[in-house]
């Protein structure tokens, strides 16, 4: 049988098995190997275990392909941009019988549709979630608050940033409430940023109306 590997390194694989064993697998024949009674053992629960492995990489296809019906996922517009759309190809992916409908909307209107029972469930940031209460929920992933600045910009040549850099110009994203989010991190402090420019917020409702 053709392994695409080369005669030196087979022979150093079962080499270092045998070691790792404490036991010979081969006995070498001048015309070639043979198993030992201890290879036999060997071999035997290697094909029990090679079996079950392919069954285990097989039993979650079967099963997820065997699951039918619809998901309501809600998600925030930010979510929708920059998260969702590789984790929905792939949960297609896995399980290509069941459908996902999927809304868009504010956080005011995901939580509302959340306890209504009107979605089953939501992807949104939850810096700001309001109704933590009456809505469970769990952290998927973090994102750690970046500063975007032109390639010339003073403050990049500064080892760190402060908000005490907040006198400088600074453009306000307001989508999904980011603005009152970054908003708490200067309350903290006795600076506030001076905003130049403020981002639309997003104004659709629930139908993309």
Not at 27 to 47: C, D, I, K, M, W
Request: hydrophobic share 40%.
């Amino acid at each position: 049988m053709e392994l695409n590997v080369s005669q030196s390194a087979v022979t150093a694989a079962i080499k270092g098995l045998e070691e790792l064993l404490e036991v010979r697998l081969f006995e070498r024949l001048p015309n070639g190997v043979s198993l030992t009674y201890e290879g036999h053992q060997f071999l035997a629960h290697a094909r029990h275990i090679a079996a079950a492995v392919d069954e285990a990489v097989q039993f979650p296809r079967r099963a997820n392909e065997s699951l039918e019906g619809i998901v309501r996922l809600a998600v925030s517009y930010t979510v929708a941009g920059y998260f969702l759309p590789p984790y929905l190809a792939r949960f297609a992916r896995a399980f290509p019988n069941i459908e996902v409908q999927l809304t868009e909307s504010d956080r005011q209107n995901l939580e509302e549709g959340l306890i209504s029972g009107e979605f089953d469930m939501a992807v949104m940031l939850i810096s700001n979630l309001v109704n933590q209460e009456d809505i469970g929920y769990e952290t998927l992933i973090r994102s750690r608050r970046r500063l975007w600045l032109c390639t010339d910009h003073p403050l990049l040549l500064q080892p760190s940033v402060s908000l005490k850099d907040a006198e400088e110009p600074y453009i306000m994203l307001t989508v999904d409430e980011a603005s009152n989010t970054a908003q708490k991190y200067w309350n903290r402090t006795p600076y506030r940023p001076t905003v130049i420019f403020r981002t639309i917020g997003h104004g659709r409702s629930r139908d993309g109306g």
